[in-house]
């Protein structure tokens, strides 16, 4: 993820004389957009230097090989690379000289954009060849190698008796890992992505194995919980290789019901109500009229089309389907036969994704079910006043909360990323209740406790990696 | 370190000479928690505190927090004590801050669905108050009546409601938490923990009071449930039992809670109250939501507990057992005292689970009632509990179970639940090489080690001498090792209750 790094960095450039006096914003805005006319030579530098080498990832052996390398304890000789590899990995690297350089995870797919600090010349994990899933006969969880596609989690559960019920808000081709080394917005309507982690197959920033939480059980009563404490910023504490996820049992027969709301208020209004009635449900997936143009272009879209994935009992399935019907009064239309964008063949779901891919996304809203409506009117607005096309996908938790994923038809420039980011950072300040909580938004908080939180988790990782190995800090 | 009578005077000087008591008798009310401990364990820890006090305000936890920079005495948090490891009785004596004078409810937030509570309220106040404006909390542990709210998250606590509602910590939005420095921490945003990267509420979610003070906390609230149900069927013995919770699970059903009680607890609770049911093993399930949905769980477990050899109860033995599901360890007054040994376990292994904590029970010769209930799709809470009367030398010998048990946890996959005072010896057994990640969290948080000291990761004894101030947690290990020994080497099996003997041999 690298957000502590970014902010780490940040925390130090102001402290620097000549910087000193540009206000904190501005910097980021510097760091972020790469405005190399206001940044001193030396930070030009840092932004300018990216991982030397990328390392394919086949067994956590090498991993460990790979640390043990960088703490000293072992030699590059013992990478068994051929003699032409060696000196290339050993010349990139700069191995001998006084310099730190650590390890650092490649998302598969990244939602929004890349870290600002990149690592600085050191090694770059890609895992896309680890993506192993492992099924327990009559328990209801996975090992899932971090390289391993969420679909094919997603299709491989169901036939194997389980559901996976978290899926991303944005249909994107995501890997698991990209909850942890990336962005991923992985949510059910019970919860976010880390209430189904149990635990996290690691590699401390010493070579071990090191499994944080259990693979089992879930955590309860077994001192710090590390594991959901660092959440999304896991990898900068140590290297993930695989997550321990509980799944769901398959239920019986399963329904997506699609509603088409052509107001935004009735929308919100549904969306209150149903958070309200204790309806299990797995997962409820809403695009405004831009997003299921993208999503089912064959289909005319509405202004909000709101999916809900329910399972159950056949007889059960009828009934929820009745009181949903008339918890979301108001809606235009319903249909029973609209693809939902998850259980579709494998090629049509990356297929699809490619076309999401295209926009521009800044991150997630969070935001009251009530105040949707509002929100969708505001972004509408701040789309036109910047002449790029807008368009949400969100989801909705029983707590009565939705996570908005607004996005932007536009080229996926930094600049504009910044400045549209920016836009919906004020948009969201206006939303009673909502909250923008991109990686940016957290640059920018000021906030005591939250910069406390903030140190603390830096000084945690200090302790943590002593060795300086994952995802180093990096001071101006 | 200065004086205890100094000590006394700045305490007395912060909060009022009827908030701060060092009388023999206060003392020793809070030199053990809700486990039994023989009077052996006063040789190496200073269970008695020097002083006792009742902060009731942040700012007066805050400034006693403070003060122990000047008194150089060690602070022990303490809620409503229910909790069997430790975690809140003294090693080395200090202050112990007594939080239930923090109780108020500080607000509803209908319209975000949040409660804000301090965090010596119970667990069962706090829910009558949630329930009498409409709503509901997603969990309420299983001691609620005594349980405080901060107690409970600090020992990473699991409860009724938590299958269909979730767990404890994603329950939490955000806490107010004094520092080992006497600063207040908020630990996540309030507008929205989840979304939030920096959300350190899990850090203190099981704690045991060792990074901070909670001193207020902001719960998640849900609507009330539209219908609620209590069902129970009776099972022939326990793994039938196991396995029809197991079924439950992979039927896709969702109970708000399903607990296995067996026989013996039932024989326990005969004992006590002639109204209790009649001793068998019962699963006792509790459905909430819309009604629909209710009738059409019932018709479903029903079936499942028919193919799993169950017959169904009546409902008022049901709404009778529900009714009175917190006054679980009523069994104490039979023998003095009582362990619980509470362990998480795989939901797949729960057959299997159950059988072996009755098995052990068996072979140290002790009574007690095996109890497990469901907490999500892949964990169950396997809770026995045994009788031991620790005024006399066999008394202490019963520790040895819950040793036997969390070793059995841990064979099936699953952990002990809590560390605190009395188990540390399973922290590396529960974390392996990531226990160095669980220390850092300490010595980042407190490294002058000034809250809750000397536990969860660490034992330290009552002395202060080199080579005496700890014991290896190998070695407490092994103490209780000799325990579970020694109670397989007594010839007679406990005789608590009568009837429960001739059940058993009947």
């Known amino acids: 993820m690298g957000l502590l790094r970014d902010w780490h960095y940040i925390e130090r450039a102001v402290e620097i004389p000549a910087l000193s006096e540009m206000i904190r914003e501005a910097l980021i805005r510097a760091l972020f957009v790469r405005d190399d006319r206001v940044l001193p030579k030396d930070l030009i530098g840092d932004l300018n230097r990216g991982p030397a080498v990328t390392v394919k990832v086949k067994d956590d052996a090498e991993v460990r090989k790979l640390v043990r390398v960088l703490n000293g304890q072992e030699s590059t000789v013992s990478l068994g690379l051929s003699a032409e590899d060696y000196h290339y990995f050993r010349t990139r690297l700069g191995v001998g000289r006084t310099r730190e350089f650590g390890l650092v995870g490649r998302p598969k797919t990244l939602l929004t954009y890349d870290w600002i600090v990149p690592e600085q010349r050191g090694v770059q994990l890609d895992f896309s060849s680890y993506a192993g899933i492992e099924f327990t006969e009559g328990a209801h969880r996975a090992i899932v190698q971090v390289g391993a596609m969420w679909k094919r989690l997603y299709d491989e559960a169901l036939g194997n008796g389980h559901m996976a019920p978290f899926v991303p808000t944005v249909p994107l081709d995501f890997a698991i890992g990209d909850a942890f080394y990336g962005d991923a917005p992985f949510a059910s309507y019970r919860g976010d992505f880390g209430s189904y982690v149990n635990g996290l197959r690691t590699i401390s920033p010493y070579g071990h194995r090191a499994r944080v939480g259990f693979e089992e059980v879930a955590n309860n009563g077994t001192a710090y919980d590390l594991l959901h404490a660092t959440g999304p910023l896991a990898s900068e504490f140590f290297i993930p290789l695989s997550a321990a996820v509980r799944l769901d049992p398959k239920p019986a027969a399963r329904k997506t019901l699609t509603y088409a709301f052509d107001d935004g208020a009735k929308t919100a209004a549904a969306f209150d109500k149903l958070t309200r009635s204790g309806q299990p449900i797995t997962w409820v997936h809403v695009t405004d009229a831009s997003a299921a143009k993208i999503l089912r272009p064959a289909v005319p879209a509405e202004a909000f089309t709101v999916q809900v994935s329910i399972g159950g009992t056949a007889t059960g399935l009828a009934a929820k389907e009745k009181a949903l019907d008339a918890l979301l009064a108001g809606f235009k239309s319903k249909a029973a036969d609209v693809p939902n964008p998850f259980d579709v063949p494998a090629d049509a779901y990356r297929k699809a994704a490619e076309s999401v891919e295209r926009s521009l996304f800044v991150g997630e809203v969070r935001l009251p079910a009530r105040a949707f409506g509002d929100f969708a009117a505001r972004l509408r607005a701040y789309g036109d006043q910047m002449a790029a096309r807008t368009g949400l996908y969100a989801s909705i938790r029983e707590t009565g909360t939705v996570s908005v994923f607004p996005f932007f038809a536009t080229p996926k420039d930094r600049t504009r990323a910044y400045d549209l980011s920016k836009g919906v950072n004020t948009i969201a300040s206006k939303v009673p209740g909502a909250v923008f909580v991109s990686r940016l938004a957290h640059l920018w908080s000021e906030e005591s406790h939250f910069r406390r939180r903030m140190d603390l988790l830096r000084r945690l990782k200090l302790e943590i990696d002593t060795a300086h190995v994952v995802q180093p800090l990096v001071a101006p | ?506």
């Not at chain 2, 080395?92 to 669905?113: F, Q, Y």
């Not at chain 2, 069927?233 to 399903?258: I, N, R």
């Open chain 2, 1 to 506: 370190m200065a004086s205890l009578d100094y000590a006394h005077r700045r305490l007395v000087n912060t909060l009022g000479p009827e908030r701060v008591a060092r009388g023999e008798f206060e003392r020793m009310v809070y030199s053990h928690d809700f486990a039994s401990l023989p009077k052996i364990a006063l040789l190496q820890w200073r269970l008695y505190p020097d002083f006792v006090v009742l902060p009731q305000t942040t700012g007066e936890v805050s400034a006693l927090v403070k003060l122990s920079d000047e008194s150089d005495l060690q602070i022990t948090p303490r809620g409503g004590g229910t909790g069997g490891s430790g975690g809140a009785v003294p090693n080395r004596g200090g202050v112990m801050i007594d939080m239930r004078k923090m109780s108020r409810i500080v607000g509803l937030d209908a319209e975000n669905r949040t409660v804000t509570v301090e965090a010596g309220a119970t667990w069962k106040d706090t829910a009558d108050y949630v329930e009498s404006k409409g709503f509901a909390l997603p969990v309420v542990p299983t001691n609620g009546v005594a349980s405080t709210v901060g107690g409970a998250i600090n020992s990473g606590a699991t409860g009724f409601g938590g299958y269909r509602g979730g767990t404890l910590r994603d329950a939490i939005v955000s806490l107010e938490v004094v520092l080992p420095d006497g600063s207040v921490l908020r630990t996540a945003s309030d507008r929205d923990a989840a979304g939030n990267f920096a959300n350190l509420t899990p850090l203190f979610f099981g704690a045991e009071g060792t990074l901070g003070i909670i001193t207020k906390a902001t719960l998640r609230v849900m609507p009330k449930p539209e219908a609620a149900k209590a069902l129970a069927y009776a099972l022939p013995d326990l793994e039938t039992g196991g396995a029809f919770l197991k079924s439950l699970v992979d039927a896709g059903t969702m109970p708000h809670h399903a607990v296995l009680l067996d026989r013996d607890h039932f024989v326990f609770q005969r004992a006590l109250r002639s109204d209790a049911p009649e001793p068998m093993t019962i699963v006792l399930v509790s459905l909430q939501g819309p009604k629909d949905e209710v009738g059409d769980q019932e018709k479903t477990i029903d079936d499942l507990a028919s193919k799993g050899r169950g017959s169904k109860l009546p409902s008022d033995v049901a709404g009778h057992l529900w009714d009175a599901r917190y006054e679980n360890y009523g069994a104490r007054r039979l023998s003095r005292g009582l362990m619980v040994s509470a362990n998480l376990v795989p939901v797949a292994r729960l057959p299997e689970a159950v059988e072996k904590a009755a098995e052990i029970r068996d072979k140290l010769k002790l009574n007690g009632a095996i109890q497990a209930y469901l907490v999500d799709s892949t964990t169950a809470v396997l809770a026995p509990y045994v009788l031991l009367d620790d005024t006399r030398p066999s008394g202490g010998t019963a520790l040895g179970f819950v040793k036997r048990m969390g070793d059995a946890a841990f064979e099936l996959d699953g952990h002990p639940m809590g560390l605190g005072l009395f188990f540390v010896f399973n922290l590396r057994k529960m974390h392996g090489n990531a226990t160095t990640f669980i220390s850092s969290v300490k010595t980042v948080f407190d490294p002058r080690k000034k809250i809750n000291g000397g536990k969860t990761l660490e034992v330290w004894t009552k002395y202060t001498w080199p080579g005496l101030r700890a014991i290896p947690p190998p070695g407490m290990a092994f103490g209780l090792e000799v325990a579970a020994i020694l109670r397989r080497l007594k010839p007679t099996r406990d005789r608590f209750v009568r009837a429960y003997e001739s059940a058993r041999e009947g």
